[in-house]
T-cell receptor, first 115, second 114 residues
Framework: AQKITQTQPGMFVQEKEAVTLDCTYD???????LFWYKQPSSGEMIFLIY??????QNATEGRYSLNFQKARKSANLVISASQLGDSAMYFC????????????FGTGTRLQVFP | GAVVSQHPSWVICKSGTSVKIECRSL??????MFWYRQFPKQSLMLMAT?????????EQGVEKDKFLINHASLTLSTLTVTSAHPEDSSFYIC??????????FGPGTRLTVT
């Protein structure tokens, strides 16, 4: 069965520094998608970045990049130049199986950015 | 683009009453919407998948008769919590599926049943 693992319950980073949030996944499917979401204290889930299993290049969206290592089944999120507003919960997710719509989520990592 | 709204943002109701939560995709059509439940400091738990014009698909362990889902149009899905009890108090979040299976989430509804 598909599974997402986020082993860091909490992370601290100083403003303007880069931080990596870990995510590993387990699937027997060849075709899958990986996502990262941010959830601030307000509760809304904000879509950050997407990586397809067949994408040869790592996805990037502004200050967010996804370090995709397919052989190791990892999809780490890298946030460059952290800002105070980046403090939030971050969830890694995977589309469950080919041609279904469901996402399965990891347990999340709480990131705190300090001045 | 890809904005999803949810209404109400919070609601308090008495035990035994029903509560309806609306989820709307504002600037795109969503053939598929999802309903999640989130307990404090936990991840999202998928309750059901809602497809426009057809019956919702519920996850194992979710009571269909208690959590009624209707996806009447390409921009609106509703979740009705029937005969609510205090244990139904939670944060309910809807989402709409995008082009690449990404999901765009609404701001959530905090339900408190007294």
């Amino acid at each position: 069965a598909q599974k997402i693992t986020q082993t860091q319950p909490g992370m601290f980073v100083q403003e303007k520094e880069a931080v990596t949030l870990d995510c590993t996944y387990d699937t027997s499917d060849q075709s899958y998608g990986l996502f990262w979401y941010k959830q601030p204290s307000s509760g809304e889930m904000i879509f950050l970045i997407y990586q397809g299993s067949y994408d040869e290049q790592n996805a990037t969206e502004g200050r967010y990049s996804l370090n995709f290592q397919k052989a190791r089944k990892s999809a780490n999120l890298v946030i460059s130049a952290s800002q105070l507003g980046d403090s939030a919960m971050y969830f890694c997710a995977m589309r469950e199986a080919y041609n279904t719509d469901k996402l399965i989520f990891g347990t999340g990592t709480r990131l705190q950015v300090f001045p | 683009g890809a904005v999803v709204s949810q209404h109400p943002s919070w609601v308090i109701c008495k035990s035994g009453t029903s509560v309806k939560i609306e989820c709307r995709s504002l600037d795109f059509q969503a053939t598929t919407m999802f309903w999640y439940r989130q307990f404090p400091k936990q991840s999202l738990m998928l309750m059901a998948t809602s497809n426009e014009g057809s019956k919702a698909t519920y996850e194992q362990g979710v009571e269909k008769d208690k959590f009624l889902i209707n996806h009447a149009s390409l921009t609106l899905s509703t979740l009705t919590v029937t005969s609510a009890h205090p244990e139904d108090s939670s944060f309910y979040i809807c989402s709409a599926r995008g082009t690449y299976y990404e999901q765009y989430f609404g701001p959530g509804t905090r339900l408190t049943v007294t």
